[in-house]
């Protein structure tokens, strides 16, 4: 079975400050990968996915990830946070075509300082 | 469209009590799935179904039953409640075709004492 871990458990940064959070998965066939925020009290928003071709993938609010398949890897990065990027971030992955069953990381929260 | 609905939005239950948690789409998607959320333990997937009359379990599916009549609704039942069922409960959808992309309820906020 896949599995997903993100590095981070807490990230404290300031405005303005770049961000990049880790996701390494464990699966040796073709994987879909998502980043999904959580705002506070609010539910799951995809934030951007990857499925095929260009492995840098742009997402909402100047978020981008980049897929490096030879380090399992899916980082997600932003070059500037704003205060309102405080929230929960997941990385999840689902294998093979047709999949719809995600398997997320434990999640990273980040707090972004005024 | 209201997407992704779930009820009750918060429940408290006693240790053996049982109930069910309501979810609902209206966007015709095939796939819909349960999900709890943890703290430190991100989403683990309870039981999924692929299209109605269809399920099969998740991860984590001991304690809850499933049952799909129709495409739109996909209720969760927690068939003798514990202390351990103490979480916060995701419903999820995802069409068929497409990007696969899954839209999340606003959850349902369980405690069990």
């Known amino acids: 079975a896949q599995s997903v871990s993100q590095h981070n458990h807490h990230v404290i940064l300031s405005e303005a400050a770049s961000l990049e959070l880790g996701c390494n998965y464990s699966y040796g066939g073709t994987v879909n990968l998502f980043w999904y925020v959580q705002y506070p009290g609010q539910h799951l928003q995809l934030l951007l996915k990857?499925?095929?071709?260009?492995?840098l993938v742009k997402g909402i609010k100047g978020f981008e990830a980049e897929f490096i398949k030879s380090k399992f890897s899916f980082n997600l990065r932003k070059p500037s946070v704003q205060w309102s990027d405080t929230a929960e971030y997941f990385c999840?992955?689902?294998?093979?075509?047709?999949?719809?069953?995600?398997?997320f990381g434990k999640g990273t929260k980040l707090s972004v300082i005024p | 469209n209201a997407g992704v609905t779930q009820t009750p939005k918060f429940q408290v239950l006693k240790t053996g009590q049982s109930m069910t948690l309501q979810c609902a789409q209206d966007m015709n998607h095939e796939y819909m799935s349960w999900y709890r959320q943890d703290p430190g333990m991100g989403l683990r997937l309870i039981h999924y179904?692929?299209?109605?009359?269809?399920?099969d379990q998740g991860e984590v599916p001991n304690g809850y039953n499933v049952s799909r009549s129709t495409t739109e609704d996909f209720p969760l039942r927690l068939l003798s409640a514990a202390p351990s069922q103490t979480s916060v409960y995701f419903c999820a959808s995802s069409s068929s075709t497409g990007s696969h992309e899954q839209y999340f309820g606003p959850g349902t906020r369980l405690t069990v004492t």
């Open positions: 999840a992955v689902s294998t093979g075509a047709g999949s719809y069953q995600l398997t």
């Open positions: 990857y499925f095929s071709g260009d492995p």
């Open positions: 179904s692929v299209g109605a009359g269809i399920t």
